[in-house]
């Protein structure tokens, strides 16, 4: 198996429909096809271990990606936000390399030894790439064991360890949940999550494959997203909670008009504050939402709330119905879920634990540590959660971010969802600060919706639905919570700032 | 005969069609327009299907048997058609998943 088989089946399949860029002057599939090519060639000429990326989006990306599937080598997305000396300490782990870099970094990475930098321009419109015609062979590996991509995951703990993503692993993901063709010739998806992150890589593969046309938006910004959907025809969208917020605070500030010409939009990525989402279904109110949950580790979503679970959820009566909102969802078909206690006993509906995946597409593998896959094939997903009666999978964070108050472990996003409930919460984390008495205290802190509400409200509704407990020693407003790039809240960013609260002798 | 198991790839010696195993193990006598598949790359086309085996395959469908045991993805098309141990392979109902990413 190979990355290239399913861009081989595009060009073949596809041919002259616009695979990236706009309708009058985009790529075709068989152009693509044609420049990755172009760009196997130079890798193969440089001779280098690595592809690198550290651009922002662009029709270069998708060539590098595949260009590099076909002349055997990792595709390694690098951030390019990052400050330089990060970048290239990450850089220099990718060994010798051919590094597509935009302009402050294009000098960075070239002066690295065995790495030669490139623009995105020169490297996409290389006159060598394309020459050959459609008429090239395919002479790309099929070992399905062949490294594809290696990400270097978001750190939100620790320094960035680099995830291995083998072709049999994405080959699986895209046969598994996308259908060939399966896109209309009118469709287009916008692409707007940073191209280093997982859901960047698995955005081109599973367009690509499904034959919808990909509008790529480098720097995310509200209103330029708004128009570029209304430019571009753009039907399809994947977003993090981030991004939505703003989107929906935009639509609002034009006055809070519906958008209909989007037929499908998906989030992901962190947690989707309950009243963000809300208001989306309104604005959105034909559009078919898609919160899909998934790692970098298995090859981007595992589980996903489909469309109906959103309406149904919007217009119920039925508590369990509404609650779905807050689900991720069912597992892909190909994709075994279970929730385990600490020593591994594998808990029943409702129990919290920690959430294990097994399937063809979870890889669950770094280069520095190995395989994290037990015996069976089962990876560790160190989120916490619980499977429903029904199935619906819910995340309530990460294991690292338990909070443990007096021997007792908690999750944060209990607590979280109970005081978002309240209509004066906007969003809220809860963390555990370490203090002498009981280990850690819950801090709960919050980002108000207009008039901050009364403390005591908000301790009331957490013992009335949780326990006592639960109860925050602390509730402190503040004016926003700290998220990374794709939403993942930075909650050892609030630890640190509030740590302060744990020799407070008030409680 | 041919050994069946995903991600292996199987060609038809009597028109362009081309396979990945997505699901099956074991030996199968796997044809396409009558005749036996190889494995891709390792055979040369050669006349044409067979009137009762020349109904086509068709690029990025899902061709299953009737016990759902074996299911091929086709990787390109041809004038043949794909059976296993002498039945038909049929078009698998496409997946409905929405767009996740």
């Known amino acids: 198996m190979n990355l290239m088989m399913l861009l081989e089946m595009a060009a073949e399949g596809l041919g002259d429909r616009v695979a990236v860029g706009s309708l009058d002057d985009g790529l075709t599939y068989r152009q693509l096809y044609d420049r990755a090519h172009g760009a196997a060639n130079r890798y193969r000429a440089a001779g280098v271990e690595s592809a690198v990326v550290c651009d922002e989006s662009s029709p270069a ?142 955005s081109m593969l599973s367009s690509i494959y499904a034959g919808r046309r990909i509008v790529q938006l480098p720097r995310f910004d509200p209103d330029v997203w708004i128009d570029t959907v209304e430019r571009e025809g753009v039907t399809h969208a994947m977003v993090v909670p981030t991004m939505l917020t703003r989107i929906v605070d935009a639509l609002d500030a034009r006055g809070g008009a519906p958008m209909l010409g989007i037929r499908a939009l998906s989030y992901g990525g962190g947690k989707m504050p309950r009243p963000v989402i809300e208001r989306a279904l309104e604005l959105f109110p034909i559009t078919n939402f898609v919160n899909a949950y998934g790692l970098t580790e298995t ?209 | 005969m041919v050994e069946l198991k995903p991600g292996a790839r199987f060609q038809s010696t009597v028109c362009s069609t081309e396979v990945i195993v997505v699901k099956g193990g074991g030996e199968v006598d796997l044809t396409c327009g009558g005749a036996p598949m190889v494995a891709s790359g390792t055979g040369e086309i050669s006349g044409s299907p067979s009137d009762d085996a020349a109904g086509g395959t068709q690029l990025g469908k899902r061709y299953g048997n009737a016990d759902e045991t074996i299911e091929l993805l086709a990787t390109k098309a041809g004038d043949g058609s794909l059976a296993a141990d002498g039945g038909a392979l049929e078009i698998a109902q496409a997946k409905t998943l929405p767009a996740s990413d």
């Open chain 1, 299 to 507: 090859s981007s979503t595992i589980s996903l709330l489909g469309p109906d679970d959103h309406r149904v959820a919007q217009y119920s009566d039925d508590p369990v119905e509404q609650q779905r909102l807050a689900s991720v969802g069912r597992p892909l078909p190909g994709v075994e879920v279970q929730v385990r206690d600490d020593d591994g006993t594998v808990l029943g509906p409702g129990d919290v634990g920690e959430i294990f995946v097994r399937g063809e597409q979870v890889a669950g593998e770094y280069r520095e540590k190995g395989s994290l896959l037990d015996a069976d094939g089962w990876f560790p997903t160190r989120d916490g959660g619980f499977v429903d009666d029904d199935g619906y999978l819910f995340i309530q964070g990460r294991n690292d971010d338990v909070i443990i108050r007096g021997g007792e472990n908690m999750s944060p996003g209990e607590i979280e969802d109970v005081a978002i409930s309240h209509p004066g919460v906007r969003d809220a984390a809860a963390i555990g600060v370490p203090c002498r008495e009981w280990g850690e205290k819950v801090v709960l802190l919050i980002v108000p919706d207009g008039d901050a509400p009364d403390p005591d409200e908000l301790d009331d509704l957490i013992q009335e639905r949780l326990r006592s407990s639960r109860v925050p020693s602390h509730v402190e407003v503040v004016d926003e919570l700290p998220y990374n790039e794709t939403g993942k809240l930075l909650r050892r960013v609030l630890r640190e700032q509030f740590a302060h609260l744990g020799d407070d002798p008030t409680d």
């Open chain 1, 61 to 202: 990306l998708p060539i590098a990606l595949f260009g590099s599937a076909w002349a055997g080598i990792p595709y390694v997305p690098l951030n390019y936000r990052l400050p330089a000396d990060d970048l290239l300490a990450l850089a220099e782990r990718a060994g010798s390399a051919v590094a597509i870099a935009d302009e402050p970094n294009l000098e960075r990475l070239g002066g690295l030894p065995g790495v030669s930098s490139v623009s995105a321009q020169v490297f996409s419109a290389d006159p060598a790439a394309g020459t050959d015609g459609h008429a090239s062979p395919g002479d790309w590996n099929m070992d399905p064991d062949d490294l594809a991509v290696l990400l270097f995951t978001s750190g939100t703990t620790g320094s960035p360890k680099s995830a291995v993503l083998r072709h049999k692993h994405l080959v699986s993901y895209i046969l598994g949940s996308v259908e060939f063709m399966g896109a209309g010739e009118d469709e287009a998806t916008l692409v707007s999550v940073p191209p280093y992150h997982i859901a960047g890589v698995a």
